[in-house]
């Protein structure tokens, strides 16, 4: 089993930086892929970047690439997104996800076998 715990959402307003961290506990951190999905009001729960074992390669929907970056300390068992230039409609609650496969490609909620609780993201106009 992982545990996931998200950290750091928050309002901000539209142009604002904002940090969100996912601190890993339970198993080796640097054996999965990890991964942050949002889901916004009403909305399906979506891809936003994802990022392979040793943090050498990433991915990244393109609604946020140029934008957001996402990066892992696996001495800390910690993987981020800096989110910068956010926009309204980045609000969402934003969950990391983490999966045994070595594929980090992978976009589908179905393709993450462990999630956290989320945190909540606002960002004002």
């Known amino acids: 089993q992982v545990q996931l715990v998200e950290s750091g959402g928050g309002l901000v307003q539209a142009g604002d930086s904002l940090r969100l961290s996912c601190a890993a506990s339970?198993?080796?951190?640097?054996?999965?892929?990890m991964a942050w999905f949002r889901q916004g009001p009403g909305k399906e729960r979506m891809f936003v970047a994802s990022?392979?074992?040793?943090?050498?390669?990433?991915y990244y929907a393109d609604s946020v690439k140029g934008r957001f970056t996402i990066s892992r300390d696996n001495a800390k068992s910690t993987v981020y997104l800096q989110m910068n230039s956010l926009k309204p409609e980045d609000t969402a609650v934003y969950y990391c996800?983490?999966?045994?496969?070595?594929?980090?490609?992978?976009?589908?909620?179905?393709?993450?076998?462990?999630w956290g609780q989320g945190t909540q993201v606002t960002v004002s106009s």
């Open positions: 996800a983490a999966t045994g496969s070595g594929n980090y490609y992978m976009t589908s909620t179905f393709g993450y076998q462990y």
């Open positions: 339970g198993r080796t951190f640097s054996d999965f892929a």
């Open positions: 990022i392979n074992r040793s943090g050498g390669s990433t």
